[in-house]
């Protein structure tokens, strides 16, 4: 099967922007070099758990919020399972917010991973 794009779809697929996933060991380290959390979860479940000084800015929020986030700063992003941040991610780096996404979410990383016998 051959699909075809016009060359002005092509560029803007080109622009845009690759989002930057990271493991949780990888999450840590930026951490300590001064990196935030930034849980995008809706408010309930943030109350319910949450990362270490996460601030919480749900993703139907984010468009409207966005000017609280600075450029000079670097981002994590989280949820649950990975899907909700990296749709928030892709939306700050085109901005051109530093951000990266925690891949698996909370889920990935707060399961514990089992060994085989």
């Known amino acids: 099967v051959l699909l075809r794009l016009y060359k002005d779809d092509f560029l803007e697929l080109l622009s845009q922007p690759v989002l930057n996933w990271v493991d949780g060991k990888a999450a840590a380290e930026l951490i ?3 990196a935030k959390w930034l849980d995008v979860r809706y408010g309930i479940e943030f109350q319910q758990s949450r990362l270490p ?3 919480n800015m749900p993703l139907h929020e984010l468009r409207e919020r966005m000017d609280e ?3 000079n ?5 989280y949820c649950n399972s990975g899907r909700r941040s ?3 991610a892709y939306t700050m780096a085109k901005e051109g917010i530093k951000v990266s996404v925690l891949h698996g979410g ?3 990383l707060l399961t514990p991973v089992r060994k085989a016998s």
């Open 106 to 108: 909370l889920y990935e």
């Open 69 to 71: 986030l600075s450029k």
């Open 32 to 34: 300590k070099k001064g």
């Open 73 to 77: 700063e670097h981002y994590i992003c």
């Open 86 to 88: 990296s749709a928030a």
């Open 53 to 55: 000084n996460a601030i």
